[in-house]
């Protein structure tokens, strides 16, 4: 599984921005997949993930209410839509991908196959 991710930049504080992760190899319906961050101050620490075949998704703590994961199976992608941001999101954001079925979506283990990653800057 390839992923190359797209989307990233510059937003003032209370902005929107969606990232997209586009995958290769495998349908995304087939695939776990995370979205993990990390910031200036912080080691990279979960964001979200979502099983695409089942639905199943979990939101940690910094993003519950104000990002959603979606898909388009056409495309091949999913998305991370980021809205409400402030200046504490600043940072790199990775999708990572896995083709076996995990409980834990939050966790970077589970995760074997990782994006480039793409800066995510917000200005206070």
């Known amino acids: 599984v390839h992923l190359v991710q797209s989307g990233g930049g510059w937003v003032q504080a209370g902005g929107s921005l969606r990232l997209s992760c586009a995958a290769s190899?495998?349908?995304?319906?087939?695939?776990?997949v995370g979205w993990f961050r990390q910031t200036p101050v912080k080691a990279r620490e979960a964001v979200a993930g979502?099983?695409?075949?089942?639905?199943?998704?979990q939101f940690s703590d910094l993003a519950e209410g104000r990002f959603t994961i979606s898909q388009d199976n056409a495309r091949n992608e999913v998305y991370l839509e980021m809205n409400k941001l402030n200046y504490e999101d600043t940072g790199m954001y990775y999708c990572?991908?896995?083709?076996?079925?995990?409980?834990?979506?939050?966790?970077?283990?589970?995760?074997?196959?990782w994006g480039q990653g793409t800066q995510v800057t917000v200005s206070s």
């Open positions: 990572a991908a896995s083709t076996t079925d995990w409980t834990n979506l939050l966790a970077q283990n589970t995760y074997a196959y």
């Open positions: 190899g495998r349908t995304v319906s087939t695939l776990m």
């Open positions: 979502r099983h695409h075949g089942n639905g199943r998704t």
